[in-house]
């Protein structure tokens, strides 16, 4: 699948400049978008609007609606360009008046402040919320966004809830980190529309009580990043708590999710999905269906499926998410990586075809279907039951981060503030070589880790004393360096905190090939993690 064009986005591009059309072309054209990019939104909202016409039109979407989302999202590229004044000089400084080239945090979003990024190049005040996240270096990025496009947000979020628990009220536990970052708040908000909520963030203790004061009478769902609900579930294990009378659900969001660790999960919770999404573009990009985590299990197990999916000589096994082209477009690139357009008309800040940086494809539902089938039988597909009520939106295959970072309890770790923190002391500094960072996963646990080669060999003592060093190290300079991550270790340092593994030169995963993969790439990716 990944040696064939499966560009679900393409943006027109007249034959002619802008300089050689007619003033009135330009202005017809421009209308043209305008009332596209509104009529849809509109029509949008009115699905939206109906959990039962949602569902509908997720179960029927088809390929042939692929170019009125692209239409959809080169209108919103067309109306930011006349509407947002960053977005303007963005086009003006590459000298591009048709075409729509990739915005990035670098060079779109640092450049311009945030009010010239917003529509009409006013933030308004009324309504308007701003979320954080983590950034390099220690500056927390910032983004904004208006009442009625975090009210489109929350009901993208409670109407894939409702289809993955069901229509009956729940009762949410939200154990995201509450305050300025997107994902806690906002899921707060969204989950009000399914039931009851209450939002402690990640405290065991207060989830425990909360189980215990309200009883086993209502369908649970708690929220909250992978590595924090394995230890709710063990902790709930270790205390005996009789989780057999209760019915607890699980939606886990913020880092990936390996598959051994939802089994594990699973002996607590009796359904777990994960979801997809970011501060800058959306959190509600994409989720987790029946469809999608039964055919990443088998993706796990079957080495054909996977080369037929995925290509030959793929051993990674990415996440796969469901995502609605028409509330975040997203387009493959030659390189691998995603551009993401989020095209509804309340969007206050947009970031047309915004390079987020992250690695994976988007395939049609029909073709991953007829591709599996194939592979698998059609009958196996009808006696696993997972094509019942299945949502046909297109696919998301995502393998992480570009950008070279990892992960931690939704905190953003990135090379060069670890590279920071290992380079600290000279003396230590002359001992190291190079570095790889990892989630490393111990059965189903999951620990952040820096793998490092010494420039020489040394002794076990000395590499032990070492590596003990430079992880305190790394950890304190990190803590400084990002609020999110002092956040993680506040709430949760055991899986927070990192850890070091010292290597002998051209030892562990710098041996053989080692060297070449590490070669501007600082994540060891081990095959078959999923």
């Given at each position: 699948?990944?040696?064939?064009?499966?560009?679900?986005?393409?943006?027109?591009?007249?034959?002619?400049?802008?300089?050689?059309r007619?003033?009135?072309?330009?202005?017809?054209?421009?209308?043209?978008?305008?009332?596209?990019?509104?009529?849809?939104?509109?029509?949008?909202?009115?699905?939206?609007?109906r959990?039962?016409?949602?569902?509908?039109?997720?179960?029927?979407y088809?390929?042939?609606?692929?170019?009125?989302?692209?239409?959809?999202?080169?209108?919103?590229?067309?109306?930011?360009?006349?509407?947002?004044?960053?977005?303007?000089?963005?086009?003006?400084?590459?000298?591009?008046?048709e075409?729509?080239?990739?915005?990035?945090?670098?060079s779109?979003?640092?450049?311009?402040?945030?009010?010239?990024?917003?529509?009409?190049?006013?933030l308004?005040?009324?309504?308007?919320?701003?979320?954080?996240?983590?950034?390099?270096?220690?500056?927390?990025?910032?983004?904004?966004?208006?009442?009625?496009?975090l009210?489109?947000?929350?009901?993208?979020?409670?109407?894939?809830?409702?289809?993955?628990?069901?229509?009956?009220?729940?009762?949410?536990i939200?154990?995201?980190?509450?305050?300025?970052?997107?994902?806690?708040?906002?899921?707060?908000?969204?989950?009000?529309?399914?039931g009851?909520?209450?939002?402690?963030g990640?405290?065991?203790?207060?989830?425990?009580?909360?189980?215990?004061?309200?009883?086993?009478?209502y369908?649970?769902?708690?929220?909250?990043?992978?590595?924090?609900?394995?230890?709710?579930?063990?902790?709930?294990a270790?205390?005996?708590?009789?989780?057999?009378?209760?019915?607890?659900?699980a939606?886990?969001?913020?880092?990936?999710?390996?598959?051994a660790?939802?089994?594990?999960?699973a002996?607590?919770?009796?359904?777990?999905?994960?979801?997809?999404?970011?501060?800058?573009v959306?959190?509600?990009?994409?989720g987790?269906?029946?469809?999608?985590?039964?055919?990443?299990?088998?993706?796990?197990?079957?080495?054909?499926?996977?080369?037929?999916?995925?290509?030959?000589?793929?051993?990674?096994?990415?996440?796969?998410?469901?995502y609605?082209?028409?509330?975040?477009?997203?387009?493959?690139?030659?390189g691998?990586?995603?551009?993401?357009?989020t095209?509804?008309?309340a969007?206050?800040?947009?970031?047309?075809?915004?390079?987020?940086?992250?690695e994976g494809?988007?395939?049609?539902?029909?073709?991953?279907?007829?591709?599996?089938?194939?592979?698998?039988?059609?009958?196996?597909?009808?006696?696993?039951?997972?094509?019942?009520?299945?949502?046909?939106?297109?696919?998301?295959?995502?393998?992480?981060?570009?950008?070279?970072?990892?992960?931690?309890?939704?905190?953003?770790?990135?090379?060069?503030?670890v590279?920071?923190?290992?380079?600290?002391?000279?003396?230590?500094?002359?001992t190291?070589?190079?570095?790889?960072?990892?989630?490393?996963?111990?059965?189903?646990?999951?620990?952040?880790t820096?793998?490092?080669e010494?420039?020489?060999?040394?002794?076990?003592?000395q590499?032990?004393?070492?590596?003990?060093?430079?992880?305190?190290?790394?950890?304190?300079?990190?803590?400084?360096?990002s609020?999110?991550?002092?956040?993680?270790?506040?709430?949760?340092?055991?899986?927070?905190?990192?850890?070091?593994?010292?290597?002998?030169?051209?030892?562990?995963?710098?041996?053989?090939?080692?060297?070449?993969?590490?070669?501007?790439?600082?994540?060891?990716?081990?095959?078959?993690?999923?």
């Amino acid at each position: 699948m990944s040696d064939q064009s499966l560009d679900s986005l393409r943006f027109p591009r007249p034959a002619r400049t802008l300089r050689s059309r007619p003033r009135i072309a330009q202005v017809a054209a421009d209308c043209a978008a305008g009332l596209l990019n509104a009529g849809l939104s509109k029509t949008m909202d009115a699905i939206r609007s109906r959990y039962g016409l949602w569902e509908f039109a997720g179960r029927r979407y088809t390929p042939l609606l692929d170019p009125i989302t692209a239409a959809y999202a080169w209108s919103a590229c067309r109306r930011a360009r006349w509407t947002v004044p960053a977005y303007a000089m963005h086009l003006a400084a590459r000298n591009e008046r048709e075409a729509f080239p990739p915005t990035s945090k670098s060079s779109y979003v640092a450049a311009h402040d945030h009010a010239s990024r917003c529509r009409q190049g006013r933030l308004a005040a009324a309504g308007t919320m701003v979320d954080e996240s983590s950034g390099s270096s220690g500056k927390p990025m910032n983004w904004v966004r208006s009442d009625r496009e975090l009210r489109t947000i929350h009901r993208i979020l409670a109407n894939y809830l409702r289809h993955e628990f069901g229509r009956k009220p729940l009762f949410c536990i939200n154990a995201f980190s509450m305050g300025a970052w997107a994902t806690g708040l906002n899921f707060t908000f969204a989950m009000r529309e399914l039931g009851v909520v209450k939002s402690p963030g990640p405290d065991i203790d207060a989830i425990i009580d909360t189980l215990e004061t309200f009883g086993p009478a209502y369908e649970y769902l708690v929220t909250g990043y992978p590595p924090f609900l394995k230890l709710l579930a063990d902790e709930l294990a270790r205390r005996e708590f009789p989780v057999d009378r209760f019915r607890l659900n699980a939606l886990a969001a913020g880092e990936p999710m390996t598959e051994a660790l939802r089994t594990h999960l699973a002996r607590t919770f009796r359904k777990v999905r994960s979801g997809y999404g970011a501060s800058d573009v959306q959190i509600g990009i994409g989720g987790e269906t029946a469809f999608t985590v039964w055919l990443r299990q088998r993706l796990t197990e079957d080495r054909r499926l996977r080369h037929e999916l995925l290509g030959e000589g793929e051993d990674r096994c990415p996440m796969i998410f469901q995502y609605n082209p028409f509330e975040t477009c997203i387009e493959n690139t030659p390189g691998g990586e995603l551009l993401f357009t989020t095209p509804g008309a309340a969007i206050l800040a947009p970031l047309p075809r915004y390079n987020l940086g992250d690695e994976g494809f988007v395939a049609s539902f029909r073709d991953v279907l007829h591709r599996a089938s194939g592979v698998l039988g059609q009958r196996v597909l009808d006696d696993a039951g997972i094509l019942r009520g299945a949502l046909h939106m297109p696919l998301l295959f995502l393998y992480g981060r570009c950008d070279h970072t990892i992960s931690v309890m939704g905190a953003n770790i990135y090379p060069q503030d670890v590279e920071h923190g290992l380079y600290a002391e000279a003396d230590d500094a002359r001992t190291l070589r190079r570095f790889m960072l990892e989630i490393a996963q111990d059965g189903v646990d999951a620990a952040p880790t820096i793998h490092v080669e010494l420039a020489q060999p040394l002794p076990p003592r000395q590499r032990y004393a070492l590596a003990d060093r430079l992880a305190r190290r790394v950890t304190r300079h990190l803590r400084a360096a990002s609020r999110d991550y002092a956040n993680a270790l506040t709430e949760y340092e055991v899986g927070a905190r990192m850890s070091v593994v010292t290597h002998g030169p051209g030892a562990g995963p710098f041996a053989g090939g080692g060297a070449s993969k590490i070669k501007n790439r600082y994540v060891l990716a081990r095959p078959g993690h999923a």
